[in-house]
């Protein structure tokens, strides 16, 4: 159950990451990394490993491009 859950919340994530990947837009992964941490905290703690993983790489990459744009680009 907390696997699927994790999922969910790594696929609402995955949109808003995308979206904040677009120039002056990157602020909006200020909202995607509490999203994701939440989710790999729900994924670590099930059995599987699937939603932990997505939400690792969408953390990763949000908070690359966040980086990058120096917290607001």
Do not use: D, E
Not at 38 to 48: D, I, T
């Amino acid at each position: 159950m907390l696997n699927i859950i994790s999922l969910v919340l790594g696929i609402i994530a995955l949109p808003i990451m995308l979206i904040g990947l677009i120039p002056f837009l990157g602020w909006i992964n200020y909202l995607v990394i509490p999203i994701t941490v939440v989710g790999a905290a729900l994924g670590a703690a099930s059995s599987s490993k699937a939603g932990r993983n997505l939400n690792l790489i969408v953390l990763v990459v949000g908070g690359f491009r966040l980086w990058m744009g120096l917290g607001f680009l």
